[in-house]
Each structure stands twice: as C-alpha cells, then as structure tokens.
C-alpha cells in the first residue's frame, strides 16, 4: 500500500526558516497536502498541490514537490511561536476511491 | 458555524463494554471519516463513507463498526473494546472526493483510553 514517511521532530529558532520534508511511494499522487494540527486540535488544512506542479507560494509558506523523487517538502518563511505544531503530510491517489493517506506528523518545535 | 463535532471529548472505559463516539457535520458534506493517531504511527482511517448508506473499511477497521443514515452523521462503536483501541479518534470530513472538493475539515477528537 502507499507509504507516506516523515520525520518526526524538528526544532528551528523564531524567526529562522522551518523545511519540514515528506517522501511518499504512490506514483500515482494526484494531490499533496501540508496539515496543521496544534495542540489539543483537530487537523487544518493549509496548502495542497496538484501532482503536476512543482512550487506553489502562499504567504509565508513555499510548498516544493518533485515527483521524480516523489518528495515533498514545506518551508515556512520567518517562523514564529505560533507555527509550534505537529505538521502532517497526506497524499491522495487517483484510484477510483482516491483514498488520502497521511504521514507520521512532524513537531515543529519553535524555540523564542 | 461550519464544523464537524464529536462526543464526547475524552472517554476512560474498560474492556468489553460497548460505546459509541457520535460524529455530527452541518456542512452537507457526501464524504466522512474515522481516523485513529497514535504516537509514531500518524493518522490512520478507521472506516469511511461515500454518501449515506454507503460505507467501506480503511486501513484498520478490525473492532470497529460504523453507520450511516444520515449525511451529518457518522457514529463510531466499538463492540467490545479493547486495550489496544486506546488513542485519539479523529472524524473528518468533505463536500465529496471529487477533484476540487477535497477539502477534510476535522474534528476536535476524542481521546479514548481502554482500561
């Protein structure tokens, strides 16, 4: 079945550029996407990509995708405390069910 | 407001004894889902459903039952729990699976320990 493998813990100074990164197995990813979850919370979407993009920027966030490799990787720009949160990488594949597996999360962990 | 709510929050049970944690949704969404997180092992679905009446097992569905009647609701029972079914249950979901609606909204979870 499809694999989705990430890192699970990452600490970065405020301020500082975060890159959280996320390889996957399923070749046939049409959608990529970056979950937030904070503390205490249920999951939030914050950014997807369409399998035939490479880049997509939205704010302070730069999603980076190359499918030869099929990783996936999330920077965030100037991090702040308010980024401390586990993030989670999902694909979703282009079978009939178009099921959406999820990775392990990663910590990010924002030290002031 | 648009959101998914489950019940309850936080559950202490001990093995063998029924429940059931209610998932209720008010955006008209076709699309629902069961998700279990557990430390190191991230999300993983339970069960899902298509559209009422329909429903199929995920990744992990082995003590789990689900139903569908209604499109806001989407209850997770668990016969006889187990142990092993202690960790943080999440419900989710969309307008549908279709590209361009894809969207899971989740909800806040519920935390289960089985004693």
């Known amino acids: 079945g499809e694999d989705v493998e990430q890192s699970l813990f990452l600490s970065v100074r405020e301020g500082d550029s975060s890159v959280i990164n996320c390889t996957y197995t399923?070749?046939?990813?049409?959608?990529l996407y970056w979950y937030k979850q904070e503390p205490g919370a249920g999951l939030q979407l914050l950014t997807y990509i369409f399998s035939n993009m490479d880049m997509k920027q939205d704010q302070r966030l730069t999603v980076l995708l190359n499918k030869k490799d099929k990783h996936l990787s999330l920077r965030i720009a100037d991090t702040q405390t308010g980024d401390s949160a586990i993030y989670f990488c999902?694909?979703?594949?282009?079978?009939?069910?178009?099921?959406?597996?999820f990775g392990t999360g990663t910590k990010l962990q924002v030290i002031p | 407001e648009a959101q998914v709510t489950q019940n309850p929050r936080y559950l202490i049970t001990v093995t063998g004894k029924k429940l059931t944690v209610t998932c209720s949704q008010n955006m008209n969404h076709e699309y629902m889902s069961w998700y279990r997180q557990d430390p190191g092992l991230g999300l993983r679905q339970i069960y899902y459903?298509?559209?009422?009446?329909?429903?199929d097992k995920g990744d992990v569905p082995e003590g789990y039952k689900v139903s569908r009647k209604e499109k806001r609701n989407f209850p997770l029972i668990l016969e006889s729990p187990s142990p092993n079914q202690t960790s943080l249950y999440f419900c989710?979901?969309?307008?549908?699976?279709?590209?361009?609606?894809?969207?899971?909204?989740f909800g806040p979870g519920t935390r289960l320990t089985v004693l």
């Open positions: 989710a979901s969309s307008l549908s699976m279709r590209p361009g609606a894809h969207e899971q909204f």
């Open positions: 399923d070749s046939s990813s049409t959608y």
């Open positions: 459903s298509m559209n009422v009446e329909v429903t």
């Open positions: 999902a694909e979703r594949d282009s079978g009939g069910y178009q099921k959406v597996t």
